[in-house]
């Protein structure tokens, strides 16, 4: 794995190692250090766009392929981003009870999604109902609505 | 022109400035201007410590806010919006940096990332690895990230949060522009074009972009202070060659063909400020010492607070916390350091932090090696990483245990061809489509339609954030500079300056 650093980020944050040439871990990666950032833990300082498959970085992307050794720790981070850090782990934490509720991943990029359209996409005072018709609007194989409402709620509760 | 202007916005005050001549401004403008919090900008240089080596350079960011507020509105004149878009406008402006920090982007760095600590016994050798291995590892890269939101922490995104928060800053906007005018403008500092179509797509791009109004005012106005000439190009002829152009439901602010020299020259001369200016060696290594110190303060909650606490209790909070903003400005930086001279604060920091303090407030820096600059040009990464590692400067990094090295280096512009661009995009984007094809995520159709898609997408992104050349009002044509033969950055996209230089750290 070229780069230590995001690896390490990956590991910490979904306890598995990652593996830059699968598909899920990337995507994952994605949306974990979207939120990361936005929950003020200042491990990177990449910009997202909202792309097909949600809030995505062209350079994270790119940079996960590039060389660099450092890693992190989340003992290297003050105890507020740590804090924010097990949020996010502990809401990461999750499997599907059966085959109609998403995958790990479908997950990580519903929580990831609301939140990049509450904050960024639809007006500030948007409800619940108006953020995830647009979510299912733009991303039909997230329109398990159970679901949906309870990622609305883990977001919520992030970001409170 | 200046009557109907003032007439139509109402505009009844007027202000002297150095750099634009009179200022004309409204009441509402006033009020901003009367606020404590953008008051506070007084108290903010807009070049940090530059004015140690260019005396003249005391500009502050309130006068700077003032001077955007200013060209927006000329671009926004001259490309013909309505008098409440414009209003939006120049209020934006003339916040946009109302969340900035401490000695500007100095204090700033550590909010955005954390920057790594290094031991006290280790840390000549360990920021000298660093160094090496971003000479290893140097890479022209080819950005495909554009017009991108300011992340947490980012003086933007603070901006936006205080305009939220402060009751009275919204009072003004509501009455002046309407009270969809507060998320429109605090969208527009942040650089979110998510949210917005249309005109309102415009009027972030007046204030991020390639040919924003920020980049204009700062050019001129450092120029002017610190005595250099970088700040002299065509502005006139740029802005009355400004032109909105339709695309795919927003706008997109262009330039016609003729104002391409003064586009050529603008950018130009903003890279000869970058390295004459900002990349001045004595510059650098001031504002190294004190990003080295802000750094380990704000790790420690010493002096400088959290992220998290300037943001949720200083600016969420009521009353005692918005003092202690308001307060936030250089002189707390000076206060910091001064602090570092106490007898019982100093016993709790690392020596090179008391030292690099103690030297600042005499107005020392830690001292340039002769010899040890290296500076290249060149549009080769081959070149540039194989002229840094052949450097004596580089080759004595592993052994230097009393000397640090810093390496700085600027792009002429952000942009490659459009076709560099394309190739770049599809390289990663294929591969991406080929794995979720190989895991049966989705059916090849559905890739190749969600790949042009986003590629789509990310085109019009880079011509929002570019310089963009329109040809008869034609937004199939709309191309940036350096696709345009007629430019000079069609030869120069991709230069790059690097900066390799070397200081005592310990005498």
């Not at chain 1, 009870?97 to 939140?115: D, K």
């Not at chain 2, 570092?340 to 932090?353: G, M, N, V, W, Y």
């Not at chain 2, 350096?482 to 230069?495: K, V």
């Given at each position: 794995m070229a780069n230590k650093y995001l690896a390490s980020i990956y590991n910490n944050l979904f306890d598995q190692r990652f593996d830059c040439n699968r598909f899920e871990h990337r995507l994952e990666l994605q949306k974990g250090i979207y939120l990361l950032q936005d929950l003020g833990v200042p491990v990177s300082e990449y910009g997202f766009s909202?792309?097909?498959?949600?809030?995505?970085?062209?350079?994270?992307?790119?940079?996960?392929?590039?060389?660099?050794?450092?890693?992190?720790?989340?003992?290297d981070l003050s105890d507020y981003s740590q804090e924010q850090?097990?949020?996010?782990?502990?809401?990461?934490?999750?499997?599907?009870?059966?085959?109609?509720?998403?995958?790990?991943?479908?997950?990580?990029?519903?929580?990831?999604?609301?939140?990049?359209l509450k904050e960024n996409v639809l007006p500030r005072a948007a409800s619940e109902e108006l953020i995830l018709d647009e979510l299912t609007r733009r991303k039909p194989h997230l329109s398990n609505f159970n679901l949906n409402q309870k990622a609305f709620k883990v977001v919520n509760s992030l970001f409170s | 022109m200046e009557r109907e202007l003032a007439k139509e916005l109402n505009l009844k005050h007027r202000i002297l400035d150095n750099v634009h001549g009179f200022i004309y401004y409204s009441d509402a403008e006033a009020q901003i201007m009367d606020e404590l919090l953008f008051k506070r900008l007084q108290s903010i240089k807009q070049?940090?410590?530059?004015?140690?080596?260019?005396?003249?350079?005391?500009?502050?960011?309130?006068?700077?806010?003032?001077?955007?507020?200013?060209?927006?509105?000329?671009?926004?004149?001259?490309?013909?919006?309505?008098?409440?878009?414009?209003?939006?406008?120049?209020?934006?402006?003339?916040?946009?940096?109302?969340?900035?920090?401490?000695?500007s982007h100095v204090c700033e760095f550590p909010y955005k990332k954390k920057l790594k600590s290094y031991s006290e016994g280790t840390f000549c050798k360990d920021v000298n690895n660093e160094v090496a291995k971003r000479i290893d590892g140097f890479t022209i890269k080819v950005?495909?990230?554009?017009?991108?939101?300011?992340?947490?922490?980012?003086?933007?995104?603070?901006?936006?949060?205080?305009?939220?928060?402060?009751?009275?800053?919204?009072?003004?906007?509501?009455?002046?522009?309407?009270?969809?005018?507060?998320?429109?403008?605090c969208d527009m500092i942040t650089g979110n074009v998510e949210r917005v179509t249309g005109e309102d797509a415009l009027l972030v791009q007046i204030l991020h972009s390639e040919l924003d109004a920020d980049g204009i005012d700062y050019l001129r106005r450092d120029a002017a202070f610190s005595g250099t000439s970088f700040g002299s190009f065509e502005l006139d002829q740029l802005i009355n060659c400004m032109k909105r152009v339709d695309l795919n439901g927003s706008q997109i602010l262009a330039i016609e063909p003729k104002g391409i020299a003064a586009a050529d020259q603008y950018l130009i001369n903003k890279f000869f400020s970058f390295s004459q200016v900002i990349f001045n060696k004595h510059i650098v290594i001031l504002e190294w010492m004190a990003e080295r110190i802000v750094a380990w303060m704000q790790e420690k909650c010493a002096c400088f607070p959290e992220q998290n606490i300037l943001l949720n209790e200083w600016l969420g909070g009521e009353g005692g916390g918005?003092?202690?903003?308001?307060?936030?400005?250089?002189?707390?930086?000076?206060?910091?350091?001064?602090?570092?001279?106490?007898?019982?604060?100093?016993?709790?920091?690392?020596?090179?932090?008391q030292s690099l303090s103690g030297k600042l407030l005499s107005h020392q820096e830690l001292k340039f090696i002769e010899g040890s600059e290296y500076k290249i040009i060149s549009k080769s990464t081959e070149d540039i990483?194989?002229?840094?590692?052949?450097?004596?400067?580089?080759?004595?990094?592993?052994?230097?245990?009393?000397?640090i090295a810093i390496l700085n280096e600027k792009k002429i512009t952000k942009h490659v061809t459009e076709e560099k661009f394309k190739t770049a995009f599809f390289e990663s984007a294929q591969k991406e489509n080929d794995d979720r094809q190989n895991a049966s995520m989705e059916n090849k159709d559905?890739?190749?339609?969600?790949?042009?898609?986003?590629?789509?997408?990310?085109?019009?992104?880079?011509?929002?954030?570019?310089?963009?050349i329109v040809e008869n009002g034609?937004?199939?044509?709309?191309?940036?500079?350096?696709?345009?033969?007629?430019?000079?950055?069609?030869?120069?996209?991709?230069?790059?300056?690097?900066?390799?230089?070397?200081?005592?750290?310990?005498?």
């Open positions: 909202w792309y097909k498959h949600g809030p995505y970085s062209q350079t994270l992307l790119d940079d996960m392929y590039r060389m660099n050794d450092a890693s992190i720790s989340t003992e850090f097990l949020k996010l782990r502990e809401a990461f934490t999750y499997s599907p009870l059966n085959e109609e509720e998403y995958n790990l991943q479908n997950w990580v990029e519903c929580v990831a999604s609301i939140h990049f | 070049l940090s410590l530059a004015n140690w080596i260019f005396p003249g350079s005391e500009h502050t960011r309130f006068v700077h806010s003032i001077g955007v507020m200013h060209i927006a509105d000329r671009i926004a004149e001259k490309i013909g919006l309505n008098t409440s878009k414009r209003k939006v406008l120049r209020l934006a402006g003339l916040l946009h940096d109302i969340g900035h920090y401490p000695l950005e495909k990230d554009f017009m991108v939101k300011a992340n947490k922490g980012h003086h933007e995104s603070v901006g936006a949060l205080i305009i939220q928060n402060n009751d009275r800053i919204k009072t003004i906007i509501k009455n002046e522009c309407g009270e969809s005018a507060i998320d429109l403008i918005l003092e202690k903003y308001l307060a936030f400005n250089d002189n707390f930086f000076w206060n910091a350091l001064q602090k570092t001279q106490e007898s019982d604060f100093s016993r709790a920091l690392p020596k090179f932090i990483r194989n002229e840094l590692q052949a450097s004596y400067t580089y080759k004595e990094l592993p052994t230097w245990t009393n000397n559905e890739l190749t339609v969600a790949i042009k898609q986003d590629y789509q997408k990310a085109l019009g992104l880079r011509l929002m954030e570019g310089i963009c034609a937004p199939q044509e709309l191309h940036l500079l350096c696709d345009d033969n007629r430019s000079l950055m069609r030869q120069l996209y991709d230069t790059t300056l690097v900066l390799l230089r070397a200081y005592k750290f310990e005498d």
